[in-house]
Every structure is written in C-alpha cells, then in structure tokens.
C-alpha cells in the first residue's frame, strides 16, 4: 500500500493548479515508487469541469497524475468522495488546488501521524500568499459564532468569541489538538475514512471540514493542527469566480451544521437571525440609494442582498 494519496478537486484554476502540483515535485516524496527511502505518494486531480484547459494541462505537464475529469461541476465534497473512492495510501491528503506545500510539510504531517496513533486527522500550518499567518485551526462554533461569522455584526462581536473560536490564546507555531483544521490541507489516517466514510455531500462548499473533523471526534480519533509543518493558501480563488452564491452556500452550509449537530431549534434561531440580519442591510441599502449615496454600489448591494433572502437560506436536509 501506498504512504499517501493527495487528492485535488480543482475549477477553473488552471495556474494555480499548476504551482501546486509543481510545489508538490518539490516536496520529499516518491511519486513513482522510485526510491524506497521517501514516502511514496500518489496525486489524484478531480477536475470539476473546468473550461480553462486545467485538464489538458494536467496531461501534458504532469503525466504521473491520475487525472479524474468530471463532466459537470459536482461541487467540493462530492468530488473529494469520488477522489477518496479512488485513494490507495495509508494517509490520504485533501489539498486545495490554491496551495503551494513546503517541501518538509508533508513528511513532517506522516511523522506526527505515525507517532501519535490517536490522531486521525492533522493540518498544518498555513500562510497567505504574503508570507503572513492565516488563521487554520478553531475550536467548534458555538451559536454566537454562527450568528457573528460573516455577518455585517462580525465587527460588533465581543473579543473572547472570535479569540476564542479561533484559537487566538494558542501559539501559531505550537503542536496541539484541537476541534477543527480548515480543509485548505487536511491529512486523515485510511482508518478514519473506513470509520466514518467520506464528505458530507449536503455541504456543496464551506463547512465541510468542520462536519468532517466533528464526525472523526465522535468517532474516538484526535484533530491536530501542526504549527511547524507550512503550506502557503492563496485563498478562495474558486469561490471568487461564483461570487453571487458564495454567501449563499457559507451561510446555507452553517445552517446545515447547525441542524445536524445543533438540533432544529438552534437551526431555526439561526435562520432566522441571519435572514433578519440580510433583510436590514437590504432595507440600509436601498434607503442609501434613495438618497443617492454611490448609487451604483447600493444597487450591487442590493442585487446581492434580494438573492440572498430569495434563497430563503434553506439547508440541505
């Protein structure tokens, strides 16, 4: 058996997809089984259907790669299961396609693992494309989280909410268990598949990670966030190309952890709270325009806001 699969889903990131996977030739790793003192690997792309000639460039420039090209844009989860079907290591590697590894992170994630039987699912630690930290490890949301995250009032939040939930009182570089890692990298032990099986396919983007990482915790395993082992995430590039439902898919996907882990009173709060909250900046919005305030911008504002409410905010069941 294989040490390690590294499964991509990838859309419309052709360049980015690119880097990545050179960044993942650089890495310590035996791709073709080639030298049995490194840990052997294979990388599987799932590509979305993708228009932008990620396929043929993966064919062309990476022939090694098991290219699994879909016909239809299946969304993020279920792509990562059709990948997850197909993975053979003992470790399997979820990796955003918007990243670039360093070359000792991986190696440094299979040596945790293998020291720490316990763990079943590790992430390391991640860095914007400026070098900066970006914040990669939280403990569970509670209801004021989901009610504050990505929200206008995310700037009226009390400071322990947001220190807390994203772990602020803990060291970047620190090794430590935690709740949940964000799923721009996230490593899992074959185990921990077999347990509980593969992504939610209710969650069409966001969330699903967290679903994951709190299901893995039910089941016995530990999550842990690696501060030594460093990736660099470019952030959202996918997510920007269809940027009228991304707010819509955030906020529907909290809703639907809510309900499944919360019950359908917390989720029904929840929904409450947040389509309230859109339903005000509609009305701030639309007044702003009435004066004549940037009127160009309110009437984007606007737009977005009347999809959002249209939406209802309905989670997946």
Same mark, same amino acid.
């Given at each position: ?36 003192? @490194? ?12 228009? =932008? ?8 420039? +990476? ?5 699994? #090209? ?7 989860? $279920? ?10 290591g003992?470790?399997i590697?979820?990796?955003?396609p918007?990243?670039?590894?360093? %070359? ?5 994630l ?6 720490? %039987?316990?763990a079943g699912?590790?992430? #390391?630690?991640?860095?914007?494309? =400026?070098?900066? *930290? ?6 569970? %949301?509670? @209801?004021?989280?989901?009610i ?9 939040? %009390? ?7 994203r772990?602020? =009182? ?19 032990? $074959? ?6 099986g ?11 990670? @967290?679903? +994951? ?36 898919h955030? *906020?529907?996907?909290?809703? $639907? ?12 709060? @929840? ?47």
């Open positions: 058996m294989l040490d390690l699969s590294i499964i991509i889903v990838s859309w419309n990131v052709r360049d980015l997809l690119d880097a990545c996977l050179a960044s993942l030739q650089r890495a310590r790793l035996s791709l073709c089984d080639a030298d049995d003192s @490194l840990p052997s690997a294979e990388i599987i792309v799932v590509d979305s259907d993708s228009s =932008d000639g990620s396929v043929d460039m993966v064919r062309e420039t +990476y022939p090694t790669v098991q290219l699994l #090209p879909q016909r239809q844009n299946l969304g993020f989860s $279920r792509c990562n299961n059709i990948g997850l079907a197909q993975a053979r003992r470790f590697l979820l990796l955003n918007d990243t670039e590894v360093q %070359p000792s992170a991986i190696g440094m299979i040596d945790h693992l293998n020291a720490n %039987p316990g699912i590790i992430g #390391p630690h991640t860095l914007n494309s =400026d070098g900066s *930290h970006q914040s990669t490890r939280r403990r569970f %949301p509670t @209801l004021w989280t989901g504050l995250e990505s929200t206008w009032l995310a700037g009226f939040a %009390p400071t322990g909410v947001e220190r807390a939930y772990m602020l =009182d803990t060291a970047n570089g620190a090794v430590l268990d935690v709740d949940w890692v964000q799923g721009s990298a996230l490593m899992l032990r $074959r185990e921990v598949y077999r347990a509980i593969g992504l939610d396919e209710a969650y069409t983007m966001y969330s699903e990670e @967290l679903d +994951y990482c709190r299901r893995a915790k039910q089941a016995g395993w530990r999550v842990v966030y690696h501060g030594g082992a460093f990736i660099t995430h470019h952030g959202g590039q996918s997510s920007q190309q269809a940027a009228d439902h991304t707010q819509i955030f *906020h529907t996907s909290k809703l $639907r952890y809510f309900r499944k882990h919360h019950g359908i009173v917390a989720y029904a709060l @929840l929904r409450a709270l947040l389509l309230a909250q859109f339903g005000w900046q509609l009305a701030l919005e639309s007044l702003k325009s009435a004066l004549g305030h940037k009127r160009d911008l309110r009437a984007q504002r606007v737009r977005h806001y009347w999809k959002v409410l249209r939406s209802g905010l309905k989670a997946k069941s």
